[in-house]
């Protein structure tokens, strides 16, 4: 059977703008396909079994050629896979989806496109620039910089004497040409310009001045690509709408652990921060290590992510929770008894912590099986009792996105178990990078995981998220 490809936009940087037809592809993709400017954070949301491929180009260097990428899109579908093909912005702006899908036509490819949040109108709204104002323009022309040939080029004439706003995508290497020609052929020289690098980033950087002059300030600001470049009266009310540049947290990233993700990302997101989501533990198959003889009287769970192996393991051995009807389900932790609901099973008691659970189950613990990591049930199982152990590691994306912890400017730390398990797989390099970061931990627990691996944290006055964000609201002020 032949599988399908979605060919995606991605937007141009900021996750949140990812449609919800895009998030629900890429979270059911078997291969994503993706180029150089796609945030790695969207990354995170394809399943941890998919296979991730990097097709990116830099302005000046192809690696992977564009029939080789349309071989592997080819390739992947007839070998029955469902693909995301992610592009930054839209595919069919100046993103070479149309001769992607003319090529998968041809070759019997089903595919389908998701549109995306182009940068020639997002852009510059995070600039603070609209595209059409109604006491300025009603039009806008969208150009790229480049082109198949030196015969298909711009009419400059035509683009010269346009009232509607001018946006140029991949045009800064070839900016002095752009401004020299469009002064030629009578555009004013006194036209309001700007450029804006990493549009809806935390490094986003505009500069405004005129199309005489802007060429030159692009210069003395060493803007490089990605950028934007664009031209027209729209560019004066970058003073009454910026927004995004004057957020508190912007200019800055903050990774955070995959369990407070969610909890800390929007306010953060808010405050003008990019959000990098720490690595999640990839939960290890319990096939192996667990028969159905294996089974007991009572079953405990005792986070989590051992819910969600031992429900992969049920449907590996064709049985389900029904079957378990003389199995007595039991949680530790709140968090475990919702994930328990979640799957429809209401557990039979409830214990607040580890623990509790050992000192009121110790009588019990010869008939029942304990779930949960390895390190907890190593500290707490009793030798009688038969303990499946899962460990965690990291996923790491492949090249060039590297670890993306490493290039934030804050690590927050609102638990020690998230600390731990994060110290506990990093390197010595690692740590020793790690050490450099400025790190802010909520309660003295976790600051003393730092302590052991000799790393200086900055600790929040209150134990709370709001605690956690006013200090990297004064932490980001310093610099």
């Not at 995301?84 to 090529?103: I, T």
């Not at 509607?164 to 020289?189: H, Q, R």
């Not at 934007?228 to 200019?251: A, D, K, M, S, Y």
Request: charge should be neutral; charged fraction near 20%; aromatic fraction near 8%.
């Amino acid at each position: 059977m032949i599988g399908k490809i979605s060919l995606i936009g991605a937007g141009l940087g900021d996750p949140e703008l990812l449609t919800l037809k895009a998030l629900r592809k890429i979270q059911a993709a078997d291969v994503v396909v993706y180029d150089r400017l796609i945030n790695p954070a969207i990354l995170n949301y394809a399943a941890s079994r998919a296979e991730k491929i990097y097709v990116g180009k830099n302005p000046t260097f192809h690696p992977v050629p564009q029939d080789q990428i349309e071989e592997i899109l080819i390739t992947k579908a007839r070998a029955g896979k469902n693909i995301v093909r992610l592009k930054s912005g839209d595919p069919y702006v100046f993103g070479r989806g149309g001769e992607e899908g003319a090529h998968l036509k041809a070759e019997g490819i089903p595919f389908e496109v998701i549109p995306g949040v182009t940068s020639a109108i997002g852009g510059l709204a995070y600039a603070g620039i609209p595209i059409t104002h109604r006491d300025f323009v009603s039009s806008f022309h969208v150009f790229t910089g480049h082109l198949k040939s030196e015969d298909n080029q711009i009419d400059w004439p035509s683009a010269a004497k346009a009232e509607g706003t001018l946006v140029f995508l991949m045009g800064m290497s070839e900016l002095a040409k752009i401004t020299e020609n469009l002064i030629t052929f009578g555009k004013d020289p006194a036209t309001p310009a700007a450029i804006i690098q990493w549009a809806s980033r935390k490094n986003q950087k505009t500069v405004v001045g005129t199309l005489a002059d802007i060429y030159t300030k692009a210069q003395a600001a060493q803007l490089q690509p990605p950028s934007l470049i664009v031209i027209g009266g729209v560019v004066t009310q970058r003073e009454h709408l910026n927004f995004f540049e004057e957020r508190p947290l912007f200019n800055s990233s903050v990774a955070v652990p995959y369990t407070q993700e969610k909890k800390m990302a929007s306010q953060l997101t808010d405050l003008g921060a990019e959000v990098i989501e720490l690595p999640k533990p990839h939960v290890e198959q319990l096939a192996n290590q667990l028969t159905a003889a294996d089974l007991r009287e009572n079953i405990i769970f005792t986070d989590v992510y051992s819910i969600e192996v031992f429900a992969k393991w049920l449907i590996d051995q064709q049985l389900s929770w029904q079957q378990l009807s003389n199995v007595q389900v039991i949680a530790v932790g709140k968090k475990t008894a919702n994930a328990l609901l979640k799957q429809g099973i209401i557990p039979k008691k409830i214990y607040q912590s580890m623990p509790t659970f050992i000192a009121e189950h110790q009588a019990k613990m010869k008939q029942s099986l304990l779930l949960g990591e390895a390190g907890v049930l190593d500290k707490y199982a009793d030798e009688s009792a038969l303990a499946t152990l899962w460990r965690t590691h990291r996923e790491y994306l492949p090249t060039p996105i590297p670890d993306l912890w490493q290039t934030a400017d804050f690590l927050c730390f609102p638990s020690s178990k998230t600390a731990n398990v994060f110290i506990t797989s990093l390197t010595s390099e690692e740590l020793a990078l790690l050490a450099e970061k400025k790190i802010i931990v909520m309660g003295a627990v976790t600051a003393a995981i730092f302590a052991t691996v000799e790393i200086s944290v900055i600790q929040t006055p209150q134990a709370t998220f709001a605690s956690v964000i006013a200090t990297l609201i004064a932490e980001k002020a310093k610099l």
